[in-house]
């Protein structure tokens, strides 16, 4: 688990220089807020929802149910996709505000954030069906 976890901001630092180096420091700074909100509407959506509520209903559910669960499941996966292609929508039409709101008045444009954001939200469409399956 260290050494996963070692790795991990090791390829982490290393992708930020790179980002840094090829892109410059205030595109780079577009990209590195364009590259985390996405990641933390996904954990507001997946991470709390999932591990507090879901899981422990669909322990219940398979125990209880007569057709072990599956149902709830397909019920719980049919509207988590629903929740988060709207969250993905929603990202993507207000990404003009919130590259403002995060980037605030500094050397930073925030269009390019804004397009990045853009590009950059399906990622929690994905990590959410990550997470599902």
């Known amino acids: 688990m260290a050494a996963g976890t070692l790795i991990s901001r090791t390829t982490g630092f290393v992708r930020m220089v790179l980002v840094t180096s090829l892109l410059g ?7 590195q807020t364009a590259y985390q909100v996405p990641n933390m509407v996904a954990e507001a959506l997946l991470a709390s929802v999932l591990s507090a509520v879901i899981i422990p209903l669909l322990v219940r559910a398979e125990r209880e149910d007569s057709d072990g669960g599956r149902r709830f499941v397909d019920t719980v996966f049919t509207l988590s996709a629903a929740m988060l292609l709207v969250a993905t929508a929603v990202l993507i039409a207000a990404a ?5 709101l995060y980037l605030g008045d500094g050397r930073v444009d925030p269009r390019v954030a804004a397009h990045l954001l853009q590009a950059l939200a399906p990622t929690v469409l994905m990590y959410g069906l990550a997470a599902l399956f």
């Open 25 to 31: 420091a205030g595109v780079a700074s577009a990209f």
């Open 96 to 100: 003009g505000p919130i590259a403002r």
